[in-house]
Nanobody, 115 residues
């Protein structure tokens, strides 16, 4: 069974940067489409970014375009989210997702951006 573990969250000031990581178990990582979602208190989970199995094509929500970069290293079974120019509205629990085509979720990592 595929397991996903996020890390890299923390507290940063507005304008700062963080890099989130998601390590996946399973030997077929390179075949999974993957993405990042986030959920703020009292709000629904929302899509942030996605990446194809090869890493050649990426997708971003309008709210993070130009600030966030999604990438993956299939040799390390790891996906990343580089977050720059962070804003207080980016504060949320960030979750990684894998589709194999079954859908798997990690437990989430907290990102807090102070003003």
């Amino acid at each position: 069974q595929v397991q996903l573990v996020e890390s890299g969250g923390g507290l940063v000031q507005a304008g700062g940067s963080l890099r989130l990581s998601c390590v996946a178990s399973g030997r077929y990582f390179s075949t999974y489409a993957m993405g990042w979602f986030r959920q703020a208190p009292g709000k629904e989970r929302e899509y942030v970014a996605a990446i194809t199995w090869s890493g050649a094509t990426t997708y971003y929500a309008d709210s993070v375009k130009g600030r966030f970069t999604i990438s993956r290293d299939n040799a390390k079974s790891t996906m990343y989210l580089q977050m720059n120019s962070l804003k207080p509205e980016d504060t949320a629990v960030y979750y990684c997702q894998a589709v194999s085509p079954k859908v798997y979720w990690g437990q989430g990592t907290q990102v807090t951006v102070s003003s």
